[in-house]
RNA sequence: CGAGGAAAACAGACAGCCGCGUGGGCAGGCCGAAAGGCCGUCCAUGAGGAAAGUCCGGGCUCCACAGGGCAAGGAUAACGGGUAACGCCCGCCGAAGGCGACUUCAGGAAAAGUGCAACAGAGAUAUACCGCCUCCCCCGUUACAAAAUGGGGCCCCCGCAAAAACGCAGUUUUUGUGGGGAGAGGAGGCACAGCGAAAUGAGUGAACCCUGCCGCUUGCGGCGGGGUGAAGGAUAUGGAGCUUGUGCCGACGAGGUAAGGAUGGAAAGGUGCGGUAAGAGCGCACCCGACGGCUCGAGAGUGUCCGUCGCUGUAAACUCUAUCCGGAGCAACACCGGUAUGGGAGCACACAGGCUGGCCCGGCCGCUCCCGGGGUGGCUGGAGCGCGUUGGCAACAGCGCGCCUAGAUAGAUGGCUGUCAAAUACAGAACCCGGCUUACAGUUUUGCUCGCAAU
RNA sequence: AGGGGUGUCGCCAAAUGGUAAGGCACGGGACUUUGACUCCCGCAUCGUUGGUUCGAUUCCAGCCACCCCUG
């Protein structure tokens, strides 16, 4: 992931939990909001409380997986956070790839479709 | 073959597609005056045995020189060695456990001092309740005395004297003395159990008394306030007492003794013989333990040796002895750009206060709060890893040859598919090493011990 | 990275190495026609695993969980 396309600050975070748009599915919770810059900033969350260094950094891992494999289809311009939740660990890869684009559906995030 | 114990090794592999960090290459593309940056492509490489917990020890950097003195605190604890060092490792001694291979041990000092040892038990750090023995006194018997032998030294009642306690009167207790009585078929006492009277008794509040307001039936009713407070009353408190039961002690003077006596974690070294009035390490033999000498060993220690002695346990209670310890941590620290001792607010102008983790000397600095704080280095070649050889029982050390094996900075290893019987154990480097501790699915190898069977 | 603290009944909590106080709650009983009040009785792996000790909630060590502070 290139250093110009991930969100880092804290304050960028907390302006997102306040005023960006959010959907809740099984295994994540997606953030997003529009930015000026032209392109997609990701920004990753994991919890204490999802477990130890491996369980986050694997959770980690799947979120950003799921990002990278479906950004082709994803309109430009947006800020979006993914944070990991008990079922990032254990879903099957094609649950959490069909959570993910349900929510950037339902936050019309996606190419194309209205 | 079964059971056990020790020491090591591994920690999914391979193939395909998409993707990531770092390093290097490219007569590739774009931006830029340049340095250089971005993209593309190729190659190499990319988490652990514990990376974890952060429990010890170091390296490194800074604290002015990391300095002097005193005190406190902390850590460790048989002995010898290894190591940069250690609380780690190896060997060995001792103790405990196991048939054994082997495992475990905060393993200095209790004879410097202080403290603690509940309950039980006669007695708990030294005692004398019983017992045993001697002596004294009284009584009986034999035969006056002497002597011998047997029993007793208690308890109850009455009288007298003295002392003490309760304010006096007076009462009680103790001691002495006189008389009488009971008593080994047991006076008297203790413990447990059973029964159990009086009395106390919370909250509750029948009834009565005083009083306020309202109603009309004018002395009753209703609603309130205050006081006295009955009956009853809990598996509560209490415990006078009993022709109660069971068990135990049970004759009490003076001295000696520490053999025996239901306890306890621990009872004054153990067993036997002698000895004695009875006894006792009082003496002897054997055994056990402590200390000193001698032998062996480098030492802790050891022993068919000699001498002295017989001392409770606890120091993960205080303490004593010996040894070691200055502090902070890569968010250390240095450099670049830069107004850089950044900006703002408040307090203060000195015998104050802060830092040098305690105090003194010496040294340094105005203090507190809020906001902001980019990049590069440190950053991985090291007390390194593998193989061989030499020394050593070993830990380890020396020599030779070969190898380079993460370095991120919101934090790189992921996703999908297929094959292998199955692989979803514990778990993610963050300055670096040496250890310890803790977590862990499973697989493999090499010695060793015990049992059974066969040869 | 460094430092400090706590864990005892369902809740709040005390305790010198020798039987684990107390209050609220809960269960049973007494009182009452019944309920409430009141009284009596009951209710604990002392976070966990080892060690020291005759004996551990207490002393020591290792783990587990939680909380707090500094940068």
Same mark, same amino acid.
């Given at each position: 992931?290139?250093?110009?396309?991930? =969100?880092?600050?804290?304050?960028?975070?907390?302006?997102?939990?306040?005023?960006?748009?959010?959907?809740?599915?099984?295994?994540?919770?997606?953030?997003? &909001?529009?930015?000026?810059?032209?392109?997609?900033? =990701?920004?990753? #969350?994991?919890?204490?409380? =999802?477990?130890?260094?491996?369980? /986050?950094?694997?959770?980690? /891992? /799947?979120?950003?997986?799921?990002?990278?494999?479906?950004?082709? /289809?994803?309109?430009?311009?947006?800020?979006?956070?993914?944070?990991? &939740?008990?079922?990032?660990? #254990?879903? +099957?890869?094609?649950?959490?790839?069909?959570?993910?684009? &349900?929510?950037?559906?339902?936050?019309? =995030?996606?190419?194309?479709? +209205?």
């Amino acid at each position: 992931m290139k250093a110009a396309v991930t =969100l880092k600050q804290n304050y960028e975070f907390r302006r997102l939990y306040q005023k960006g748009a959010s959907a809740v599915g099984g295994g994540m919770v997606l953030y997003c &909001r529009k930015n000026r810059l032209g392109h997609n900033r =990701l920004g990753l #969350t994991a919890s204490v409380k =999802l477990g130890g260094a491996v369980q /986050r950094n694997r959770a980690r /891992r /799947r979120l950003r997986e799921v990002y990278r494999l479906n950004s082709p /289809r994803l309109r430009q311009g947006w800020d979006m956070i993914l944070v990991a &939740r008990g079922r990032t660990l #254990t879903a +099957p890869w094609g649950e959490l790839n069909d959570t993910f684009l &349900r929510l950037c559906r339902k936050l019309g =995030l996606l190419e194309g479709k +209205p």
